[in-house]
T-cell receptor, first 114, second 114 residues
Framework: AQSVTQPDIHITVSEGASLELRCNYS??????LFWYVQSPGQGLQLLLK????DTLVQGIKGFEAEFKRSQSSFNLRKPSVHWSDAAEYFC????????????WGAGTKLIIKP | EAGVAQSPRYKIIEKRQSVAFWCNPI?????LYWYQQILGQGPKLLIQ????????DSQLPKDRFSAERLKGVDSTLKIQPAKLEDSAVYLC????????????FGEGSRLTVL
């Protein structure tokens, strides 16, 4: 069955430190990959997406993600986190085999230490 | 461009009561989604509309949940009668069409069932 795995439920990093959030998926076809962020009490905002082409994609708020087909991964990175980055981050995938339904990871909660 | 509008933002009801949530998608978006997000989990698709037709309602508890999208624009999600386990955030999202494109989310309606 198609699935998305975010292995880290919580991650704590110090303000100014670098960040990497992991996402792995299981799909046969070429996936369309997304990272969304959800601040407390808010809806989901798209950070970035990968459809094709350059496997390193840039998003909003200084985030980037790299698609690695050989590892079935789409990890999210930021070189220096800010306190305002504290939120929950969701990886999601869709493809033609899933009739373009978004399959969601369970989310990773990012905690920023001052 | 106006985003996805949802109301009410918050609702508290007692079990066995009914509740309705309203969503107005981004203008021109043919596809509308209702998701349920329980605290600490990723979103779960309840129903997807393409214009005013239902594309997928396989995870909608049809004995108590109903949704409609008259005229292919705004939509209403109803729960009757509510159960304790329906306490969640109900997210509405829209996209230009069904396919690989991104979803745009509203801020959600938080339901507490006592």
């Amino acid at each position: 069955a198609q699935s998305v795995t975010q292995p880290d439920i919580h991650i704590t990093v110090s303000e100014g430190a670098s960040l990497e959030l992991r996402c792995n998926y299981s799909y046969g076809a070429t996936p369309y990959l997304f990272w969304y962020v959800q601040s407390p009490g808010q809806g989901l905002q798209l950070l970035l997406k990968y459809f094709s082409g350059d496997t390193l994609v840039q998003g909003i708020k200084g985030f980037e993600a790299e698609f690695k087909r050989s590892q079935s991964s789409f990890n999210l990175r930021k070189p220096s986190v800010h306190w305002s980055d504290a939120a929950e981050y969701f990886c999601a995938v869709k493809d033609v085999d899933s009739n373009y339904q978004l399959i969601w990871g369970a989310g990773t909660k990012l905690i920023i230490k001052p | 461009e106006a985003g996805v509008a949802q109301s009410p933002r918050y609702k508290i009801i007692e079990k066995r009561q009914s509740v309705a949530f309203w969503c107005n998608p981004i203008s021109g978006h043919a596809t509308l989604y209702w998701y349920q997000q329980i605290l600490g989990q990723g979103p779960k698709l309840l129903i997807q509309f393409q214009n005013n037709g239902v594309v997928d309602d396989s995870q909608l508890p049809k004995d108590r949940f109903s949704a409609e999208r008259l005229k292919g624009v705004d939509s209403t999600l109803k729960i009757q009668p509510a159960k304790l386990e329906d306490s969640a955030v109900y997210l509405c999202a829209s996209s230009l069409e069904q396919g690989p494109g991104e979803l745009f989310f509203g801020e959600g309606s938080r339901l507490t069932v006592l």
